[in-house]
């Protein structure tokens, strides 16, 4: 198989999947005061150290990679994704890719957005052709 989306977009777009699924929306410290298990020794809210605010630039990102990539490549991501995530075998390469291009543009972006766990799934379906993000975009 040969892609038709450059390697280095995908995994860009993994990259920042990754950082989108790791981001933790910090707690409002006024929600749930009385739950005594967030208190601290002094009856403090106790912080979290993996809090930290949400990064909508990250989402923004992946939003405006995937709307660069033309109709083909879109539904190409998608198949990938459906390959990682077990929906379809690699063996059913032109059943995936097919199902993702009779979609609408806008319902492959908005199943794509949505995916739980996007980057292992893309990382999974490109592994399965035996593709890898390892050394791209590294600097020595």
Do not use: K
Request: contains cysteine; aromatic residues 4%; hydrophobic residues 40%.
């Amino acid at each position: 198989m040969e892609l038709l989306t450059p390697l280095e977009t995908l995994c860009r777009l993994i990259l920042r999947a990754r950082e989108l699924e790791a981001q933790v929306p910090a707690q409002d410290p006024d929600d749930d005061a009385d739950n005594v298990d967030d208190l601290d020794d002094e009856g403090d809210q106790a912080l979290s150290t993996l809090e930290d605010e949400l990064n909508s630039g990250v989402e923004e990102e992946i939003q405006a990679t995937l709307d660069d990539l033309a109709d083909d490549q879109l539904a190409e991501t998608l198949a990938l994704a459906w390959v990682g995530r077990g929906t379809y075998d690699a063996s059913e390469w032109d059943d995936a890719f097919a199902e993702a291009s009779e979609l609408d543009p806008d319902e492959r972006l908005d199943e794509l957005l949505d995916m739980p766990l996007l980057a292992g799934h893309l990382e999974a379906g490109l592994a399965a052709f035996d593709f890898s993000c390892d050394g791209i975009g590294q600097t020595d």
